[in-house]
């Protein structure tokens, strides 16, 4: 190898590592809403000097926002990305006019969710107003899936998915919270029976949520579509109305993505 040759490499083994330090930092914002260079060494054992460097290149890129006392923050450019990366999911274009005729129909809140190792991010949602604020915070988030309709019936269809939230922690949000291992298998067993999932005041003491999945093209779970109400409007004769109206809106979805040929 030419000394040149060997500069060169040298340059981009710098750069790449530069690449890698800042989207670590970037990661650290994740917990934490404001942070200084001597946070982000401590976090990522660099030296104090390399992380008040990447914060001043994150910060100079737009990616990072000064915060009072040399301290950072997340910058709205970043949100900006995050409904740049929304409005371009193909699969929320495909079921955005689905999901609205199924809301129309049974005037409740529905959703779709994608999965997001073990967890669930609710990418679409069309909201009945009557949701307490714990319920609309999902939003966006993403939120463990075992708990959840949409988390379960994806952890139902797919092995992967089912052990990514089962290894995840389970929190008991409510005395009705199921988060015994052996038991949700047995509920991901049923779902893949049925075909859907309902779970009742697992999340939220008085909502119910139901879900179908939808699958891609090659037949894997790619999404879930939800129901989310409460549980006095979602049981009885117009919670069956309800489950009927969500599985053939989640197969609909489904075709569309098919005909497609979207994955």
């Not at 529905?110 to 967890?119: E, I, N």
Request: with cysteine; hydrophobic share 40%.
């Amino acid at each position: 190898m030419t000394a040149v040759a060997a500069q060169h490499v040298g340059h981009d083994a710098t750069g790449l590592r530069s690449v890698s330090i800042s989207t670590r930092v970037i990661g650290c914002f994740a917990s934490h809403e404001e942070l200084g260079p001597t946070q982000v060494a401590r976090e990522l054992d660099i030296a104090k000097s390399t992380a008040h460097e990447m914060l001043v290149a994150l910060a100079t890129g737009g990616l990072l926002e000064r915060a009072p006392r040399g301290r950072y923050r997340l910058s709205l450019q970043l949100f900006d990305y995050g409904q740049l990366v929304l409005d371009r999911l193909p699969i929320r274009r495909v079921a955005r006019p689905e999901l609205l005729a199924l809301h129309r129909r049974v005037e409740e809140t529905v959703q779709l969710g994608l999965p997001a190792g073990g967890r669930v991010v609710y990418v679409e949602r069309f909201d009945c107003g009557s949701l307490p604020e714990e319920a609309s915070v999902e939003w966006m988030r993403k939120v463990n899936g075992f708990a959840s309709s949409s988390g379960r019936v994806l952890a139902a269809f797919d092995e992967d998915i089912a052990e990514a939230t089962l290894a995840l922690p389970r929190t008991r949000y409510t005395p009705r919270t199921i988060t015994d291992t052996a038991r949700l298998r047995q509920i991901l067993a049923i779902a893949r029976e049925r075909g859907w999932v309902c779970t009742s005041e697992e999340r939220a003491v008085g909502l119910t949520s139901m879900s179908a999945p939808v699958f891609a093209a090659s037949g894997r779970v790619s999404a879930a579509v939800s129901i989310v109400g409460r549980t006095r409007a979602l049981t009885g004769t117009r919670g069956e109305f309800m489950l009927r109206s969500l599985v053939v809106s989640a197969q609909r979805i489904s075709g569309e993505l098919a005909a497609c040929g979207n994955d």
